[in-house]
């Protein structure tokens, strides 16, 4: 058997020593690990246990002063790179090694590094019959084989949503709080509404039951799965990607330095890891060492009905920070078998879940898949059968289980003056006034064990709000705005929908009846086959709140157009 020479650069870090550890267990392997620290890599090199037929040694390597020198030396099969941090670096190390007749494969998971990477060197990987791969980490090679394993076949994808909370007891190293401070409060692009738009890095934030390890709080943070899944996958309405740290004082302070920064009161935060470092040692004591991830999609699966879909993984025992590598470990071995075409590409697609979980067996980590098919839609269980049969086909289509989760249209907004008005709209987060207003609503649905629910979201030109239906035993309807929740009285009028409140709450606790609003709201289809709905609000002793009209359409075309295959992300 050949012996194939593996170049490690980073190999004394964070996540090169753990690689280290575990690729030194294949067969035929001449590994070579660098740290800027000629002593601290032959250390390790010293003590890692190898299989009987790879050797190991470390040597002291400055990457980005002394690679060519080192590649011309050791003329590697495979060079790794696990050095970070990857926000703002060049292709210099990918192109040197691709140059020098060797595959490359790195851990980045910064955005603009891993799109700007195959056409930066696609043309050299190919003429030279080489395999580049960036990205073979947590994001995004293991989030999008997750995303793929649960959507095969499926014909429509309206939404996914990744998240990742590390065990707080784990080890984190400069370049990852570099990673994290180069983006909070910064611009990040997010998947949204069906498009590209953009949110700030660890401000935007809510609470996520994780399996195994329950109630975290996590925050947008800035990877390239929204825009690599949403346009790859044409995700219907939301992409989110999100992180959290286990322990709270953390998670509030990077929040808060990104909302300084975001507010302009804070710049550069690079001056700040070593303090952060050091307030480690503290806010770490509490934590655990215990982390994980979840994949969940929704949307609809081959047979054309909608469903949700999870994928979680449980990190224990302190194994987290091995989740990272074990993709490139899965691509290594997978160059071995000479199962990647040559090419240099983004890692996403180019690796199995299975095989990356294949990586997983020596470690206190585990996996789970589950999915979960949607019964009636909130409406559809509110009205029974034959009364939402009786609505219009515009009416049925939004309200259906399988509908369109995305909708745009014009609108109009009429407001009341008084103070208590004002303060209640704040309160709920009601748009203000204005005149053909463009309106994107969007409608996430949830297959929930206490019955169906939906988050319906309205875009008036911008300004989003939010509020939960659902329905309680016996069928009733509810709808929550923050801290207010209202019961519903749906009726069927000549195939349009009256929805006037019956009951009001506030904090969970009913208000008396001559402190309850009168609704006046009610959904028609007009001749052009478009939804309207007319929405009015008035307060006893106070008078109008808001009033909100207008009309929506599917936000893609033709309500039959779901029925192909969405596209694959192998071989992307």
Not at 61 to 90: E, K, N, Y
Not at 385 to 395: D, I, S, V
Not at 409 to 430: H, N, P, Q, Y
Request: glycine share 12%; proline share 6%.
């Amino acid at each position: 058997m050949t012996t194939k020479c593996v170049l490690l650069i980073g190999g004394t870090g964070v996540f090169g020593r753990r690689l280290a550890q575990h690729i030194a267990g294949l067969d035929g392997l001449d590994l070579t690990l660098t740290s800027r620290s000629q002593a601290k890599a032959r250390a390790l090199a010293d003590s890692i246990a190898t299989n009987a037929t790879t050797t190991i040694r470390g040597i002291g390597l400055d990457h980005r002063r002394d690679l060519d020198a080192a590649l011309a030396t050791l003329s590697p099969w495979l060079v790794i790179d696990a050095s970070g941090q990857f926000q703002g670096a060049s292709y210099d190390v990918p192109r040197a090694a691709l140059t020098a007749g060797a595959h490359v494969v790195d851990l980045a998971d910064a955005r603009d590094y891993i799109l700007g990477y195959g056409p930066a060197l696609d043309g050299l990987a190919c003429e030279r019959g080489l395999v580049a791969l960036a990205g073979a980490s947590s994001t995004p090679a293991l989030s999008c084989a997750a995303v793929a394993a649960l959507t095969e076949g499926w014909r429509r994808i309206d939404t996914l949503d990744i998240t990742i909370t590390p065990g707080g007891r784990s080890e984190v190293g400069e370049a990852v709080i570099a990673a994290i401070l180069s983006y909070a409060g910064r611009p990040i692009p997010i998947w949204r509404e069906g498009e590209l738009q953009e949110a700030h890095g660890w401000i935007d934030g809510r609470r996520v039951v994780m399996p195994g390890l329950g109630s975290r709080r996590v925050a947008a943070v800035e990877t390239v799965d929204a825009q690599w899944l949403g346009l790859r996958l044409a995700v219907r309405s939301r992409v989110a990607f999100q992180a959290g740290l286990e322990s709270p004082i953390e998670q509030f302070g990077i929040g808060m330095l990104a909302r300084l920064r975001r507010a302009g009161w804070l710049g550069e935060l690079k001056p700040l890891i070593p303090a952060l470092l050091v307030g480690r040692k503290l806010t770490r004591l509490p934590t655990s060492d215990r982390g994980g991830m979840l994949a969940e999609a929704t949307g609809l699966d081959a047979n054309g009905e909608l469903r949700t879909a999870r994928w979680s993984l449980l990190a224990e025992r302190g194994d987290g920070p091995h989740v990272p590598t074990l993709p490139a470990a899965a691509a290594l071995r997978a160059l071995l078998a000479g199962q990647i075409a040559p090419g240099a590409r983004p890692a996403a697609g180019a690796l199995t879940l299975a095989a990356i979980e294949a990586e997983m067996t020596p470690y206190a980590i585990s996996t789970h898949g589950e999915t979960t098919p949607h019964r009636a839609a909130v409406f559809e269980a509110a009205l029974g059968e034959t009364a939402f049969a009786a609505l219009a086909a515009p009416l049925q289509a939004l309200h259906g289980k399988n509908g369109p989760p995305v909708w745009h249209g014009r609108s109009e907004i009429e407001t009341g003056t008084g103070f208590i008005a004002r303060l209640l709209r704040k309160i709920i987060g009601l748009p203000p006034a204005g005149h053909d207003i463009p309106l994107t609503f969007s409608i996430e649905r949830i297959a929930s064990p206490s019955g169906p629910a939906e988050i319906w979201t309205r875009n008036f030109g911008g300004a989003r709000f939010s509020s939960r239906l659902s329905t309680h035993a016996g069928g009733e309807l509810w709808e929550a705005f923050g801290p207010l929740s209202f019961r519903l009285g749906p009726a069927v009028r000549d195939g349009g929908l009256e929805l006037p409140v019956t009951t009001m709450r506030c904090l969970g606790l009913p208000l008396p009846s001559f402190l309850q609003p009168k609704s006046e709201a009610r959904e028609y289809a007009d001749t052009e086959g478009r939804f309207h709905f007319d929405v009015k609000l008035t307060l006893p002793f106070i008078g109008l709140l808001t009033h909100y009209k207008g009309w929506l359409r599917p936000a893609r075309g033709d309500l039959d157009s779901d029925d192909g295959r969405i596209e694959r992300l192998e071989g992307a």
